[in-house]
């Protein structure tokens, strides 16, 4: 299983999604994180549209600054529309103000998601969830 992390690229987010691209690895599941699989001069849309097909699931990172983005944006869009990943979009509300940002789509908050403060404890409800469709 190969878990897609879908986040805002600014350097706060970045920093979280990395945390979890490697608690998750250390789970041992294949994770895809842009940073690590993209290169400099690597066409960027060909390389995230890649791995949106070759994952099974998708981890959102919902914080105050998640849809400045417009690539998490589509990515999202992907997920809510490609039969794979169908029950298996995991959206995780960052911090008590990202769940109540207008920002967020309100499908995100009907999802069942994971609402943590970024503690290295609260990631375990993350990887547990993941887990699940791993099984």
Known sequence: MQVFISHSHSSKDTAVARQLARLLSEGGLRV???EDHILPGDNWAEKVGQALEESDLMVV?????AFESGWQKEEIQYALTAG???GRLIPV???SQSEGSSDVPWILRKLN???IEGREDDWQQVIDK???FAE
């Open 93 to 95: 509300f960052l911090g």
């Open 61 to 65: 990172l919902v914080t105050p600054h």
């Open 32 to 34: 895809w994180f842009a």
């Open 113 to 115: 998601p994971v609402q």
């Open 130 to 132: 993941v887990r699940t």
């Open 84 to 86: 794979r990943y169908k």
